[in-house]
């Protein structure tokens, strides 16, 4: 099998990824009318996932009509939501290549331990010199002890960069694409949406949303501060499922932080560890909740159906429809899995390599996902909303059907996962 080139990193790969983008991209049939969400969490240098996720919708009948992120996840959406639909995935190929420029011609140093070395030193390069396009150590002469700054770098070059990159008239005028970014209010700890629904977005509302402390400075809008939504929550799943009016939706939901992971075998994995825990935990209690809360919509759904015409008529049973709901939601969980432990400065690590090999995964996991596209499958009468996560129910083999069911030669769906995850 002749191997041909990865369009966003130049490095040979598989003819099966070609495959998978085209020939096994899914065609979606009328009767699914859902409106379609895209959820990004946030996540630092991890966000570039989030980017070939997004390339595999945009190749696909699902593109969003949403899309809601926190921190790099908002930065993100703001790029897809500021752009018409054949500009967005090139925007944001500019943004993440721009942003990684410093490393774009290091060698590949793809074996043990050259390959942590070239991680660490990337890492290094942020914190002692920032990212292009994005922020910047603080100048010695802004350390001044009668003002002193609020953060350790300077974000203004991404005010710049949001400017070049996002339409916020196409935003906010069209509205094509929903744009909403949570961020953190620092005098009330309260959590916020900025929403193209409610309100005019500019970039300081995305950049809010970035404002990670004490890395980054509060970003003040209209009188008010504020922080990194991910402060309070690093999802904006529950946002997207509670806003009323409901309606019934897929949602695909990318999270840069996997819940599932290997014993720590050293101190430098028990740091990358507890992010993902943290990170993973916060996201996983959001589901529970809503599914659990969803759940008792639907029932009371279903028993007002059986209650008598009179019983209806009671103010008890009044108050009681309006906690009710018929919407269904179908959430599609897409992960960030790496194959292995990338160490505590994962997210700020800005690499090249290590940005187009999760881009490439993103791209392959969605790809996969819509292929399998269990959203389909008959839903039982009684389900308000159903959870998906293929590629973990491909890698364990844990859902029964047509999902997991593989021809012994590793041609379906898993078998062809695992040779683009070892590709990526």
Not at 189 to 205: G, K, M, N, Q, T
Request: charged share 25%; glycine share 8%; aromatic share 10%.
């Amino acid at each position: 099998m002749a191997p041909t080139k990865d369009a966003l990193s130049g490095r040979p790969q598989e003819k099966s990824v070609t495959i998978m983008s085209n020939h096994l991209a899914p065609s979606r049939p009328s009767s699914y009318d859902k409106k379609v969400a895209l959820v990004l969490q946030g996540g630092g240098a991890l966000g570039s996932y989030q980017a070939g996720v997004y390339q595999a919708l945009a190749e696909s009948e699902y593109s969003p009509d949403w899309v809601a992120g926190i921190s790099i996840g908002a930065i993100n959406a703001a790029i897809i939501a500021g752009n018409s639909p054949e500009d967005r995935v090139p925007r944001l190929r500019t943004f993440w290549e721009g942003i990684t420029a410093p490393s774009a011609h290091w060698v590949a140093l793809d074996c043990w331990p050259l390959d942590i070395w070239q991680r660490n030193a990337s890492a290094f390069h942020t914190l002692s010199l920032g990212q292009p396009g994005f922020f910047r150590p603080r100048l010695p002469v802004e350390w001044n002890p009668l003002s002193p700054p609020l953060s350790y770098y300077d974000t203004h070059d991404l005010r710049a960069t949001l400017l070049r990159l996002v339409d916020f008239d196409l935003i906010n005028r069209e509205r094509d694409v929903r744009l909403s970014v949570g961020a953190v209010n620092v005098r009330t700890s309260r959590l916020v949406y900025f929403d193209s629904a409610e309100i005019i977005i500019r970039p300081e509302h995305v950049m809010a949303s970035a404002a990670l402390p004490p890395g980054f400075p509060p970003v003040e809008i209209d009188g008010e501060h504020y922080w990194d939504g991910g402060l309070v929550s690093n999802t904006p799943l529950q946002y997207v499922l509670d806003y009323y009016p409901r309606s019934s939706r897929l949602t695909f939901q990318v999270d840069l932080f996997s819940g599932h992971g290997q014993l720590p075998r050293n101190l430098e994995n028990v740091n990358e560890r507890i992010s993902d825990v943290r990170y993973a935990s916060r996201t996983r209690l959001n589901t529970d909740a809503f599914e659990q809360k969803h759940a008792v919509r639907f029932a009371i759904n279903e028993l007002e159906k059986l209650l008598p015409e009179d019983i209806k008529k009671t103010d008890q049973a009044r108050r009681l429809h309006e906690y009710g709901c018929v919407t269904e939601m179908d959430i599609v969980q897409l992960i960030y899995r790496p194959m292995s432990p990338l160490g505590a400065a994962k997210d700020y690590e800005f690499g090249r390599g290590t940005m187009t090999s999760r881009w490439s995964q993103g791209r392959a996991d969605a790809t996969v996902t819509l292929a399998a596209a269990p959203w389909l499958d008959p839903k039982p009468p009684e389900v308000g909303v159903r959870v998906f996560d293929v590629v973990h129910d491909m890698l364990t083999g844990e859902r029964s059907g047509r999902v997991s069911s593989e021809p012994p030669d590793g041609s379906g769906f898993a078998g062809q996962y695992e040779r683009v995850a070892k590709e990526g």
